[in-house]
């Protein structure tokens, strides 16, 4: 369970934060008495972007606190830009001094909560932030504190190594979930995937001493059905086309997509939503030995389809369909699946945005908007269907990894969408899971993407009752 990340109780006794742009600096300060504004000339406050000044009273005392704003286009170059005070101010409770928009609000509220994000696991990770803040006037502190849950544990689990954050681990953690929300836990592992037909799954995580499995949450009893479908490979070594080790080297994170369900899941249980939600996870290991699978081999999904593996390094569509497959057969009102699943992404986007594939225009235009107001960059892809040839081999009906290089993240969407043909709504994220440097609100390591813009979009779009 995550450590909970909360705002300050109201009722305390706080400073005023004032957020103060560029070109409001100077008459701020002249607003000031002395010596608060003798103190914040001679120190050169701004009005800088991320500038962060505490303001003293005629005892010399912190009688405010003020953060630069900078101007329209420095703030246009990122978000949670108010998670620097966090890091920055003395201990003490703060607020703001003047209401933001309803958007704005929400944004510094929850950018502040996860400045506080700490993964200590094994080694203490710096001083945590000691400055509290109280919610701004029109947010909705209990809403904003469940993302911030749900986002530490998606962290959490990522940034976890694989030596222990394996399939078992993965498992202990949904079950951990479903303890606490009052969910149902069903776990197939093993030969058992025979059992069940999940080819696929048992496939490509035979070779590993730690067993594959499909971890099966469900929760609630009415509403429209709503599947979560989460890629889990704990660890890629490639398999039989491994990776070198450049490319192996953030391989923890391949069960990123897990993690980002399993948070979502964590908040859509928290919010209360009326939805049957299922949240299904195949976790597996993909590693080497006698009896991995192998290049060329023909293997038989759950649906029939028979799929050619032209490289053991394109795994996690693989599992994922069997994962698809089983979801489809309920013909949910909404799939969404989540996977760290291609560099094509990568290269066409950049780490900080993810793409995410469609057929519903309703859906797509939510989401897009819900991006933008929920602070969480996500750009709509094609499945272009003149690339569908590109995915059938000549000996089976799909291939795993098409040769040629092109349109990678795109033929990989085309994949999973063959698995997906009664649900209402499909919709796919090709996530990076990762953040590689610092920035305001987001550490180095491992993250969330597409969470908050699906906790924002998915109630109007399934016709959710508050």
């Not at 060329?296 to 032209?310: A, F, I, K, N, Y």
């Not at 440097?437 to 699906?454: I, S």
């Amino acid at each position: 369970m995550p450590v909970l990340l909360a705002l300050a109780d109201p009722s305390l006794p706080s400073l005023p934060l004032h957020l103060v742009a560029r070109d409001e600096a100077a008459a701020w300060r002249l607003g000031l008495a002395e010596p608060a504004r003798s103190w914040l000339g001679a120190t050169g406050f701004e009005g800088a972007l991320g500038d962060v000044r505490v303001v003293p009273d005629a005892q010399g005392r912190i009688a405010a606190a003020v953060m630069g704003m900078g101007d329209a286009a420095a703030r246009g170059r990122g978000r949670f830009h108010l998670a620097r005070a966090a890091a920055l101010l003395p201990e003490g409770v703060y607020r703001l001094a003047a209401p933001l928009p309803p958007e704005e609000a929400a944004e510094a509220a929850l950018g502040w909560l996860l400045a506080g994000y700490r993964f200590e696991r094994y080694r203490k990770a710096g001083r945590p932030p000691a400055a509290l803040l109280q919610p701004p006037a029109g947010v909705d502190a209990r809403r904003i504190e469940i993302l911030a849950a749900a986002e530490t544990l998606t962290r959490d689990l990522i940034n976890t190594p694989a030596s222990d954050m394996g399939p078992d681990e993965l498992e202990a953690a949904a079950a951990a979930l479903a303890a606490e929300f009052g969910a149902s836990l069903a776990v197939t592992r093993g030969d058992a995937l025979l059992a069940a037909n999940l080819p696929l799954i048992h496939a490509v995580g035979r070779a590993s001493p730690r067993v594959p499995r499909l971890i099966d949450l469900a929760w609630g009893a009415e509403g429209p059905r709503l599947t979560l479908v989460g890629k889990g490979v704990c660890f890629d070594t490639g398999g039989l086309d491994i990776k070198p080790a450049a490319s192996m080297g953030l391989m923890k994170k391949d069960m990123g997509g897990a993690a980002t369900v399993m948070g979502l899941a964590r908040a859509i249980m928290a919010l209360g939503w009326r939805v049957r939600l299922r949240l299904l996870v195949p976790a597996v290991e993909n590693a080497i030995a006698g009896n991995a699978f192998r290049p060329q081999d023909v293997l038989v999904s759950r649906p029939g389809l028979t799929v050619e593996v032209t490289n053991t390094d394109a795994e996690g569509r693989l599992v994922l369909a069997d994962a698809l497959a089983l979801a489809d057969e309920e013909a949910p009102a909404a799939i969404v699946a989540m996977a760290t699943l291609t560099g094509a992404a990568r290269v066409a986007l950049g780490p900080d945005l993810a793409p995410f594939f469609t057929d519903d225009d309703g859906l797509a235009a939510a989401l897009s908007e819900a991006a933008r107001t929920a602070r969480d960059p996500l750009w709509r892809m094609p499945f272009w269907a003149p690339y569908e040839a590109d995915i059938e081999p000549a000996i089976a009906d799909l291939d795993n990894a098409p040769a040629g290089g092109m349109a990678g993240a795109l033929t990989a969407a085309l994949f999973l969408r063959r698995f997906v043909t009664r649900a209402r709504r499909f919709v796919h994220f090709d996530i990076y899971g990762w953040q590689p440097k610092d920035a305001p609100g987001r550490p180095k390591g491992g993250v969330g993407q597409g969470a908050r813009a699906l906790v924002e979009a998915l109630p109007g779009v399934l016709g959710l009752r508050p």
